[in-house]
């Protein structure tokens, strides 16, 4: 392929080439981070970068993959809106022998793929839920049921019914959550207890406020207590927070429930250290972003694929993968999961 | 400029995209004295007393404004009024959704205490000025509510409520009755002993002959001459406005033949279409032959343009009942399009808001109603529609650069030529005519006379709906008059009389099973 | 925020109208606050009756109070004959401001405040500007508006949400204001309500005697006494159920002055008549002298100031900026303003109406998501409802709908 | 996809004008044109000739299709007089309709087409009763659908994502038509180009001579000439430009055919003409004998049915439905629509003018996102463009906004 025009000419790299890094939109912090962190990497390596975010729209991403092969990119690293709407596109990047990393989210339904690192969503679920019960004593550190029988009562945000995320994110809940749910163990009180019953449209804060306003309102204003709400994002976790504040639960209180979250947002780490919100799923994306780095890096300057963990079924072929593990931050671990990673400094959550 | 003078407005030249609308026209006003301007349409008489009042601010327009002989500037309405300068348009300035006391005083509220309005007196004042006008109705009634003369009546209500010097009135009694014009212009003859001086434009020549002490006549943007009040008579006035003499008011009435009944409608009831409990027309019975020109005449609010609108395709009222027949046969004349395909055709009172598509041009104003019959294998015969028009243009004598112009650039006599090209165009068997000639000038107006007479001649029948008598008794063959919704009776022209024709336009209901 | 007969336009006694005509002026007149109390019924029954509950009163108003500032600003908007689309991006644009300024720059809340409002107001006069002098229809101007503003909101905020703003800020939009005492439901909220019980029943009464004076016919005191009536015990109940939760919401303090403030604006100062009269009639306004430039400029800087008030009041609320913030409620807000009695074609509208609008709105809104139906019900039965209120409006009032 | 004269109305020759008036018109027609050029040189050069290659323009074509299919209905229903802001929520029903019909009950892909088609068109007319004959404006209307048929697509396919569709369905919206000869350009594209080209130059022949033989001046020959070189070679460009990609575009040639099926609607029959003269003045049509009401109703049909086509194509581009499909479209499309000369006022646009002002939108999209600009600045920059477009041709026509 021809390789003039790049557009990121300012220089930096003397350019060994430029990687196209496609991003889902900006609504979560987390991609930026990533997007930073690879531009950064890649700079180091010699190599350019051509950024997109794609507004979580489906559609803007296909178009954004088509300009990005047209404009001769190099390499992809693909956070998909959709992982099934960019086979076209990635047909004509094959077919164009641009390597091509599915980042975090598997492209699925075709062979253009050639590798995959990521950790999964249900995960991400799961560490919500085995916060909740390791919070409440259901399960022990290990995740080994305790005995304890409850019952207690929880509620549940979803994301988003528009996104498929959301979806994987359940499963998370099912696997762990259900079966205690099914036992009895838990309840949940305003009954609300299927994904479109609980979901938020657009994972908003303000729609998951309004909700857990009114589920408080109905179900817990005659002095229920609750025990905890399965929230998969931050940034619904503080509008559950806010709907709780103005319920009149105080926070420190034996009313306020468990809270975990996801993504480790910055004011949401704060949270969890002022007591407020228990845990955030987290997965150390530097690492992930500046593996990915590597990894693409090593194949434009001529070298292989790395030895993968695994593989996985895209329904199309068996994809190279390599996982990074979840991991759940609470007030115990901040310091030594976020702070001493460098992910962020002690100056930044007031340490 | 002698000393007498109140205002004189010198050299004003304004135009319109290049296009000029007034060149150098120098007029004055004397104290105590009220001033006619006439002109054919487009003559640059509104556009005038726009420049006077503000409308176009200064600096949109060359010349000058001298008032009490002092050099005034007025960069918008509110000064022209607050030197007591103060405008009746000729489009009604009223707001529809709002009540007439609030009409009255929009742009000059009455304020209370804190700064906020005070309906009360607002009303009041309302009321006072309502009376003298001689208006009897409720300060709180909206005026969307109120019949086009009542209107204007509430828009001289309205520039009494402010502290009036000279009183301008553009064409003021065009929608008014004998009787309601009559009350007007007694009013401005009050003024004038207050001290108050008035311009007023019309097109209705009788009044000016009664009420001017001078007359300036425009022609094309430019004064022609200003007339003292010895030398004004209607045909002077012609002379001056047309720039020859006319000697004949109304055309000659063409040889022809008045054959069959083209038109019947029987047993013809309307009610009201906003509330359904008021009838409109009440078992009306009208006849129009082949050839024939039949006059309806009546008072505003008489029902004629009810009657007329909902026999062309109930396009006005509701709970309709009676039979239309066209050529002997009974029609179904329920949509607007049956009532074409039926031979009926309607030419509004209202051309520019009901009558046209101002942003159109000719050819597509023409064609609109035809276009079902021009089209042939599925597609619009532009030949055809093309040709239509540029033989309207030269039969009908229309003036305008050229049959793609929007109809909105003409002027409103040649408008009024291309509605009638347009219904003429369906070649119907009746046309019916609403008030043709309002707001049009002589000239024209002899022009659409002309028009109809051909019309009849050539074996359509011509229902033709007016309020001037003069002109229902110069054109027509026979005299329908209304009152109230009912047709209270009918004269031949040979037998007809203004008076005769008066006295059944207000002739008491004969029955009252109601 | 219950159509008072003091807020409708000076257009009341009909003398002489038939019973017909005096049926539908009643129906037209309470035909809002007829189906407002519908509304609350069938929900206070499908919900089992916690639609009723103090708490979910009290969410109700604080849920609800930023889409009706916003709709107090969109009803004048769509009265004077124009729409905004943009106000969802500036309200996003002004609390990401806000958020920005107190976090990173460590401004002062009401400094920031402040600021973001006078931001509200630019965007405003930027769409002003180009509908008023630039005469581009107000829909263009305000569909760039709301992809510029959300756009410019991305840039400013990117995808930093900005989380733990001050306490006094958030107390804007999440707070109380109560005496305090623990036990028993707040004397203070008890008594603002009585007093403003009190002034309504004062003022309806002062103006019915100066009616009566000018010898105008006041109507048939039982109707008369019976509104009073009604409406106070609202209005009682109401902050009983407030006191008995958590005090006044601060937004609903915001709210009452805001409503009161326009409405009078609307009804009783020129500038109010004035935005009646281009919204009816453009032309005809403009031949009485009427502005009607500096109306439009006007409208749309007011609109940029409430969106402003109101994405603070979001922020606040949320304690919590995004890039995201407000994204939709330009429909909200407009929903509120039609299903409120406002006329697409403009000169029609009041900011009661738009009030109780939001309102119903805002019930449905609730008693859906207390009965647990998915948001994508939520939004059908959102576009059923503004659809029928309108299609009955229209049917109700017989307007004659210009376009 | 060029304003060649043949495709405006039959306003031309003007005998006797000003100089200054023959500019302004051809200002006026042009302009559009004019502002194409413009962008696409801006663009070539900011992405260092990107934007032109072979592989772009196809591109160009693909990503723009669908929301050129409804920018052609949205221009219909606003020179009526209405506006839709209901497509974009059409598009995602339909094509979520689509994909559960073809996988989920393995219905045949045309048969899931045709009946994704009706029902684009039922939603269509169910907006469309409500406009025509229960005279709820357009805004509201389309307002309200909007959000039911948004909801009843989440509840339709809910979060799942249907994928893998059936191939000849993928097709219509990613497919190409050539030769399928492996070496040099494809000679079918090829052909098709020069065929259209043959077909222009000969209908403009025809058409000139006509106006000669109704006694107009038909305009300086040279003119005419040179317009005629300039569109042909633009399309035998193009079409070269596909031919070397990858041949012809199924989305392309579904929409010439719409284009050119479309503007000889508007322009030459019946109903295209009444529809201009609803949108002008509805009343005057009216008692022209137009039947306003039936237009209403036709143009929320079609509209409905071309959504659902371009929610066809979206999915099938995407080999993928789900719930959020389409949102946001109706902004394109009206902004398609605007830019392309139509006024919110009803009675003025062109269906070429909204294909051109669509295309200036997706090219400007298109270099941006080349040059690496972010999305929140194409956002910014689509307003501004927007604004500035309408603006523009605001003061170049001087036309009267009504509202
Ligand atoms: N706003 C405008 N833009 C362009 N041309 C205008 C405008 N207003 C008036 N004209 C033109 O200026 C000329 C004078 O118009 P004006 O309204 O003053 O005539 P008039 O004497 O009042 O006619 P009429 O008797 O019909 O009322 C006409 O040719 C008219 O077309
Ligand atoms: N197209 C229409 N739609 C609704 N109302 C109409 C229509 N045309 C006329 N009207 C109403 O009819 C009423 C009476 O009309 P009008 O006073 O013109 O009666 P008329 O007998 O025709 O008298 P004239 O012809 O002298 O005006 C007015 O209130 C007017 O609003
Ligand atoms: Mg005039
Ligand atoms: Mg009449």
Redesign the pocket.
């Known amino acids: 392929v021809g390789l003039t025009g790049c557009s990121a000419d300012d220089g930096a790299g003397a350019s060994g080439g430029t990687v196209g890094i496609l991003m889902p939109g900006v609504q979560s912090v987390r991609w930026q981070i990533e997007a930073d962190t690879m531009t950064k990497g890649f700079e180091e390596r010699g190599y350019d970068t051509a950024v997109q975010f794609a507004n979580d729209d489906a559609p803007t991403q296909v178009q954004q993959m088509e300009d990005m092969i047209t404009q001769g990119v190099n390499a992809l690293i693909v956070v998909a809106v959709d992982v099934q709407s960019l086979g076209g596109p990635l047909a004509d990047a094959k077919a164009a022998d641009i390597p091509i990393l599915s980042y975090t989210r598997l492209l699925s339904d075709t062979d253009a793929v050639d590798y995959y690192t990521t950790f999964d969503y249900k995960a991400y679920g799961a560490a919500s839920g085995h916060s909740i019960l390791s919070a409440l004593g259901v399960e022990d550190a290990d995740g080994n049921p305790t005995g304890e029988k409850g019952p207690f009562s929880i509620e549940i945000v979803n994301g988003s019914p528009t996104d498929s995320v959301a979806y994987d994110m359940w499963a998370g809940y099912e696997e762990t959550l259900q079966p205690y749910v099914d036992e009895g163990v838990l309840t949940i009180p305003s009954g609300q207890s299927t994904f479109d019953q609980s979901s938020t449209l657009n994972w908003t804060g303000e729609g998951a406020q309004s909700r857990m306003e009114n589920i408080i309102t109905s179900t817990y204003s005659d002095g229920t207590k609750l025990d905890a709400v399965w929230v998969p994002f931050d940034g619904m976790t503080r509008g559950v927070i806010a709907a709780l504040k103005s319920s009149g639960i105080q926070p420190g209180t034996d009313a306020w429930p468990v809270l975990p979250g996801g993504d480790g947002e910055l004011d949401s780490i704060k949270s969890i250290l002022a007591g407020e919100q228990y845990s955030s799923a987290w997965i150390d994306v530097i690492t992930l972003a500046n593996g990915a780095v590597t990894i693409v890096s090593d194949v434009l300057d001529g070298g292989d694929w790395p030895e993968p963990d695994t593989t996985t079924d895209n329904n199309a072929i068996e994809v190279p993968t390599t996982l990074s593990p979840v991991v759940n931050v609470t007030k115990d671990n901040v310091q030594e999961v976020l702070v001493d990673s460098g992910f962020y400094t002690a100056q930044e959550l007031g340490l | 400029m002698e000393p007498t003078d109140l205002l004189v407005m010198r050299g004003i030249t304004k135009d319109?995209?290049g296009?000029k609308?007034l060149d150098g026209v120098t007029i004055d006003l004397r104290r105590d004295e009220v001033l006619a301007v006439c002109?054919?349409?487009?003559?640059?008489?509104?556009?005038?007393m726009?420049v006077l009042s503000g409308v176009y601010p200064h600096g949109s327009f060359s010349g000058e404004i001298l008032l009490d002989g002092e050099v005034v500037e007025m960069s918008g309405i509110a000064q022209s009024e607050d030197r007591g300068i103060v405008i009746i348009h000729?489009e009604l300035a009223l707001t529809s959704t709002m009540s007439i006391a609030e009409n009255i005083h929009l742009g000059n509220e009455v304020r209370g205490r804190l700064g906020l309005i005070d309906w009360e007196e607002t009303r009041r004042r309302a009321a006072a000025l309502l009376a003298m006008v001689g208006l009897h109705e409720n300060p709180s009634t909206l005026v969307g509510d109120l019949s086009v003369g009542k209107q204007q009546l509430v828009e001289i209500a309205k520039a009494f409520s402010k502290d009036v010097r000279i009183l301008i009135l553009?064409?003021p009694t065009s929608a008014l009755t004998d009787e309601e014009s009559e009350h007007l212009l007694g009013l401005i003859a009050d003024l004038k002993q207050r001290g108050i001086a008035s311009i007023i434009?019309s097109?209705k020549l009788n009044e000016i002959e009664r009420i001017a002490d001078r007359v300036t006549v425009?022609r094309d943007?430019a004064v022609v001459e200003t007339l003292p009040k010895s030398e004004i008579t209607q045909a002077r006035i012609i002379r001056g406005m047309v720039g020859r003499d006319i000697n004949h008011l109304f055309p000659e009435r063409l040889p022809k033949t008045v054959g069959d009944e083209v038109l019947r409608v029987e047993a013809w009831s309307v009610q009201d279409a906003a509330d359904p409990s008021r009838r409109r027309v009440r078992d009306a019975h009208l006849v129009a032959r082949a050839g024939e020109i039949v006059g309806i005449c009546g008072l505003m609010g008489a029902g004629r343009t009810e009657l007329a609108l909902s026999v062309f395709g109930r396009s006005y009222g509701s709970g309709f009942s009676g039979d239309v027949f066209v050529d002997g046969v009974k029609r179904d004349v329920s949509t607007v399009s049956k009532a074409i395909d039926a031979g009926i055709a309607y030419v509004t009172e209202d051309r520019k808001t009901l009558g046209l598509h101002l942003d159109d041009d000719v050819v597509q104003n023409i064609a609109l109603p035809s276009l079902p019959r021009l089209r042939r294998r599925g597609f619009v015969d532009e030949d055809a529609e093309i040709g239509a028009a540029n033989a309207f243009k030269g039969s009908m004598r229309i003036k305008t650069p050229s049959i793609f112009a929007p109809v909105g650039?003409l002027?409103?006599g040649n408008q009024q030529k291309v509605v009638l090209s347009r219904w003429i165009f369906t070649d119907p068997r009746v046309l019916i005519l609403d008030e043709p000639t309002r707001?049009?000038?002589v000239g024209a107006k002899f022009e659409i006379y002309t028009i109809i007479q051909e019309l009849a001649a050539s074996g359509k029948s011509v229902v033709f709906i007016s309020s001037e008598l003069p002109e229902l008794l110069g054109v027509c063959d026979r005299i329908v008059a209304m009152r109230e919704g009912e047709i209270t009776g009918e004269l031949p022209i040979d037998q007809a009389t203004p008076e005769k024709l008066m006295e059944l336009m207000t002739l008491e209901r004969t029955r009252d099973d109601d | 925020m219950t159509t008072s007969g003091t807020t409708t336009r000076p257009t009341t006694a009909q003398p002489g109208e038939t019973l017909f005509a005096r049926g539908a002026r009643f129906l037209n007149r309470y035909s809002m606050a007829v189906a407002l109390v519908l509304v609350v019924v069938v929900f206070a029954f499908t919900t089992k009756g916690i639609l009723l509950r103090d708490q979910n009163i009290s969410n109700l108003v604080v849920q609800n109070g930023y889409i009706l500032i916003l709709a107090i600003g969109m009803v004048m908007v769509i009265i004077g004959g124009h729409i905004d689309l943009s106000v969802g991006s500036i309200a996003g644009f002004a609390g990401a401001a806000a958020a920005i300024l107190m976090v990173q720059y460590e401004v002062p809340w009401w400094i920031a405040l402040i600021l973001s409002l006078v931001v509200g107001g630019l965007a405003g006069a930027f769409q002003g500007f180009w509908v008023a002098y630039a005469k581009v229809p107000s829909f263009i101007v305000t569909l760039a508006g709301m992809l510029i503003f959300r756009g410019l909101t991305i840039a400013l905020i990117g995808a930093r949400n900005i989380g733990n703003l001050p306490e006094p800020f958030v107390f804007l939009g999440a707070g109380y204001v109560s005496t305090g005492a623990e036990s028993g439901p707040d004397l203070l909220t008890l008594a603002i309500g009585v007093l403003i019980v009190a002034g309504i029943v004062g003022w309806q009464i002062v103006s019915r005697r100066r009616r009566t004076r000018h010898g105008e016919k006041p109507g048939n005191p039982v109707y008369f006494i019976a509104g009073l009536v009604v409406v106070s015990a609202a209005i009682l109940w109401l902050s009983y159920s407030l006191a008995s939760f958590r005090g006044l919401p601060v937004v609903l303090i915001i709210l009452v002055v805001l409503g009161v403030g326009y409405t009078v604006l609307m009804t009783r100062t020129v500038i109010g008549r004035h935005i009646y009269a281009v919204g009816s009639n453009r032309q005809t306004a403009q031949l009485s002298g009427v502005k009607d430039r500096r109306i439009d400029f006007f409208l749309f800087v007011n609109m940029g100031v409430l969106a402003a008030l109101a994405g603070v009041i979001i922020t606040a609320r949320l304690n919590l900026a995004t890039s995201g913030g407000g994204t939709g409620l330009e429909l909200e807000a407009i929903a509120a303003a039609f299903v409120g009695g406002a006329a697409v074609a403009g000169g029609t509208g009041s900011i009661a109406g738009a009030l109780v609008g939001g309102l119903t709105i805002g019930i449905i809104n609730n008693g859906m998501s207390i009965m647990g139906l998915g948001t994508q019900w939520q939004q059908t039965v959102l576009g059923v409802v503004v659809l029928l209120f309108v299609a009955f409006d229209i049917w109700n009032k017989g307007r004659r709908i210009r376009r």
């Open positions: 319109f995209q296009i609308a002109g054919e349409n487009g003559a640059g008489k509104s556009t005038l726009k000729q553009d064409e434009i097109h425009i943007g650039q002027s409103g707001g049009i000038d």
